[in-house]
């Protein structure tokens, strides 16, 4: 795994909640939980969190993981997109480390219930000739049956046309849960994310898949850790 650069992203200005990424979860700060994750698989020279913040900077380096730079606050906006902030991770790490990279696991801090064992079997699943492995939860909003929009006369309309009677009887459809991105470093070079052809999914259940972006997600995952650890 010595061609593995993991990024952690971890920008200060969080609006959904304040703080949120040191924002203490069952007793320690949120992005711990995927640092520690992190830790059980790879070695902390592959580990990269790409913070603006000096205060994110400052409680990430109390666990002894070192933050070699701090994110341009242009890279920090509400627009900026995630293969930017790889891509300068990328180039700081190939160029100041001379750290060769061949691909990318990016583990956003806000899914704390996602364990090592995830990313130890999402990693299996990875091969060069693919742009990325995404994982994923299956959908409870699915747009054969549940999800709708609007026509121009504002009638509703189902996103995805179907005769299906019943949610048991629609197709499986997948949805990103956002813990786990392994990305070829050729892709995320030659292209935007959101362009990838080739992606594989990784199946994750409900409790890890939980994706903290408001108070009531944290509440949430305050209950699960509590009831379950």
Request: glycine share 2%.
């Amino acid at each position: 795994m010595k061609n593995i650069l993991v990024v952690i992203p971890a920008r200060g200005n969080s609006k959904g909640l304040l703080n949120k990424n040191i924002k203490l979860l069952n007793g320690k700060p949120l992005i711990y939980y995927t640092i520690e994750a992190a830790r059980d698989v790879f070695k902390d020279f592959q580990i990269c969190v790409s913070t603006d913040s000096k205060k994110i900077k400052s409680v990430v380096e109390k666990t002894g993981l070192t933050i070699p730079f701090l994110r341009p606050s242009n890279l920090a906006e509400d627009n900026s997109s995630q293969r930017e902030v790889i891509l300068h991770a990328i180039e700081y790490y190939e160029k100041e480390k001379d750290f060769e990279i061949d691909y990318i696991v990016l583990l956003q801090p806000t899914s704390p219930l996602r364990s090592s064992r995830d990313i130890i079997n999402a990693l299996k699943l990875y091969s060069k000739n693919i742009d990325m492995i995404a994982s994923v939860k299956e959908t409870t909003s699915n747009p054969y049956y549940v999800l709708f929009e609007e026509d121009k006369k504002k009638f509703l309309k189902k996103v995805k046309k179907s005769n299906f009677v019943t949610r048991q009887s629609c197709p499986k459809v997948w949805e990103l849960n956002g813990a786990i991105y392994i990305i070829n470093k050729k892709s995320i070079v030659n292209s935007e994310m959101n362009k990838f052809l080739k992606i594989k999914k990784y199946v994750m259940n409900n409790y890890s898949s939980i994706d903290i972006d408001n108070i009531l997600d944290f509440k949430i995952a305050e209950l699960l850790i509590k009831t379950f650890k």
